[in-house]
């Protein structure tokens, strides 16, 4: 029988369609997951024929569940996750059991974002940053001199969640002393602040060749933290910032040489210049997937799936649409009643999907990262700014009912 493992994956979002897809192709799926909800909702999940449960998940427990897959007569074809921090390990274990040949060290420094900055220390696209080390003394590296504001981050802070933007002393002492409490043996980056436009990048590189797949406009709302609340796809990029972008993404594979692999990168354009924000060695999550099926006609994470398998990616456009996603989030704690709107929202002029992620009895709250962010309407429309209107249109028929908290979650 043959098989696809995943390596864990989210409810909803690129993840979730990623074992939709194999299964689609006709692949036994499995799921190696440490999240017990997974086996709770477990008839939510037709398509994963079997979930096997971690309580941790570690390199040796998961070759003992492979093997033991083995024995039940199961032709392993590939093992991938599109889950932090399990994408290297994946490629490695498919790598090696399986044949693939992608691009294990290139996503291995991906997954840590101190080492990237190393790794691509001497490419124009770095920011100034500094990297303190847990045994370092934190009184004197705060009393150095700083170039204010700074982004302050873990290496392994993944959406938004440990990114924070600091002011002044006071401020960083506060949160690297936060930082040191909850990840004590951890390093800690410190970049320059950047301000300009930003965009998401998906990258699909086959054989060195390098395949911007789609290029998103991001609308960033700042209130506790940087979320991103707007995804404009970009059909119309002016040549020559589209060539400066194609000449920077390109070197950034280069440096770190990736032959084989699919990763996505956060730009932003800073007086002209390009400065890399980070790289993730994976499709980025949420609506991604299927944004960019909507604009382009592409399954990427279909065609990344071959590319594990050693089959030849397809990433040519079958169509362009314009198209913006607008995701939900909440100003105010509580636990969540009820939400209306839901089918008139999709009814609305242009609107692709209305999800909503959050259910009855739910504590809900502001964005401090990502992860707070409880759905989102995806539209198409004639132009780009009529297919934000018509996003924009749509969810102002959605109401969240909320009932208050005092104490804070």
Not at 5 to 10: G, H, K, L, P, V
Not at 188 to 196: A, K, T
Not at 355 to 384: D, F, N, W
Request: positive net charge; hydrophobic residues 40%; proline residues 3%.
């Amino acid at each position: 029988m043959e098989t696809m493992i995943f390596i864990e994956t989210t409810k909803n979002g690129s993840s979730r369609e990623a074992v939709k897809t194999a299964a689609r192709l006709g692949f036994y799926t499995v799921l190696f997951t440490e999240k017990e909800k997974l086996l709770q909702q477990r008839k939510e999940f037709p398509d994963i024929m079997q979930m096997v449960h971690f309580n941790k998940m570690t390199e040796n427990l998961i070759r003992q569940q492979i093997i033991e897959l083995q024995e039940q007569g199961k032709i392993i074809k590939t093992i991938i996750s599109f889950v932090d921090p399990f994408v290297s390990l994946a490629a490695q274990l498919s790598n090696e059991l399986c044949k693939s040949n992608i691009s294990v060290k290139a996503l291995k420094i991906m997954e840590d974002k101190t080492e990237t900055r190393r790794a691509l220390k001497e490419n124009a696209t770095t920011p100034i940053f500094e990297v303190f080390q847990p045994v370092d003394n934190i009184t004197t590296f705060i009393k150095k001199e700083h170039k204010f504001p700074l982004i302050v981050k873990s290496p392994m802070s993944k959406a938004s969640k440990d990114v924070y933007l600091v002011k002044n002393r006071f401020e960083l002492r506060k949160i690297m002393k936060k930082f040191l409490r909850i990840y004590p043996d951890q390093q800690i980056l410190l970049e320059e602040y950047l301000d300009g436009p930003q965009y998401l990048v998906e990258v699909l590189v086959h054989k060195g060749k390098i395949n911007i797949v789609a290029v998103f406009k991001q609308e960033i709302t700042k209130e506790l933290k940087f979320i991103v609340t707007g995804y404009a796809v970009q059909l119309n990029v002016k040549d020559d910032l589209y060539k400066k972008l194609s000449s920077t993404v390109e070197s950034i594979m280069n440096d770190l040489k990736v032959a084989n692999a699919a990763c996505h990168l956060e730009i932003r354009n800073v007086n002209g210049n390009w400065k890399l924000i980070e790289i993730n060695p994976r499709i980025s999550g949420g609506a991604m997937n299927r944004m960019i099926e909507e604009a382009f006609g592409i399954n990427l994470v279909e065609e990344t799936i071959k590319l594990y398998l050693g089959d030849e990616p397809n990433v040519d456009r079958k169509h362009e649409k314009h198209l913006y996603t607008h995701y939900i989030t909440i100003n105010s704690v509580g636990r969540l009643l009820k939400v209306t709107g839901k089918k008139r929202a999709a009814n609305e002029p242009g609107v692709r999907e209305v999800y909503i992620k959050s259910r009855k009895k739910a504590v809900i709250r502001p964005p401090i990262s990502m992860g707070h962010r409880y759905g989102y309407v995806m539209a198409t429309g004639e132009t780009l700014d009529e297919a934000k209107e018509n996003a924009l249109n749509a969810f102002k028929k959605i109401k969240f009912y909320i009932e208050p908290l005092s104490e804070e979650i």
